[in-house]
């Protein structure tokens, strides 16, 4: 079978950044619903599409390929009180976008003088990448997958 349009797609992968230092790695392969269902880069797809179980691609993707651009905007500072005792750098929490649509995914950056620096940028945004992947297999989704518009565990619904 070769990736096509809803069809589910397993792949081994490796992110670079643009001086080669790898970022992420697989450790057991990525399953996704191939075909604009979000799980996978547009960018990505288009460079799977027609490939078969042994095939390997590489794909070059800008920030605006990928996580976007850093957006200043989403760092701010906030009063320490505002969060858990047990805070710590690196910890991440939900609220609210500063436009007033949607939730954003906010990390600690910094806790200092009683303030907490946060960021709702994606840790890779702002970043060239390089993705690597190997397609391991490629087969058709159920009904049951194709109707949720993404790929199911091996044991059923995984939600």
Do not use: W
């Amino acid at each position: 079978m070769q990736v096509a349009q809803d069809m589910v797609v397993k792949l081994q992968y490796e992110l670079r950044n643009a001086e080669g230092e790898v970022l992420e790695k697989t450790d057991e392969a990525l399953e996704y619903l191939h075909g604009g269902h979000q799980g996978m880069f547009p960018r990505i797809e288009e460079a799977l599409e027609g490939k078969k179980a042994g095939d390997s691609c590489e794909v070059y993707l800008q920030p605006a390929d990928a996580f976007g651009d850093y957006d200043e905007s989403l760092v701010q500072i906030e009063p320490r009180d505002k969060f858990p005792q047990d805070l710590e750098v690196g910890m991440r929490f939900e609220g609210g976008a500063e436009s007033g649509h949607g939730t954003v995914v906010y990390t600690v950056t910094d806790i200092a003088d009683g303030k907490v620096v946060v960021d709702g940028n994606h840790p890779l945004a702002g970043i060239a990448l390089r993705f690597n992947c190997t397609v391991e297999d490629v087969r058709a989704p159920t009904a049951e997958e194709l109707e949720h518009g993404h790929v199911h565990g091996a044991h059923g619904h995984e939600h």
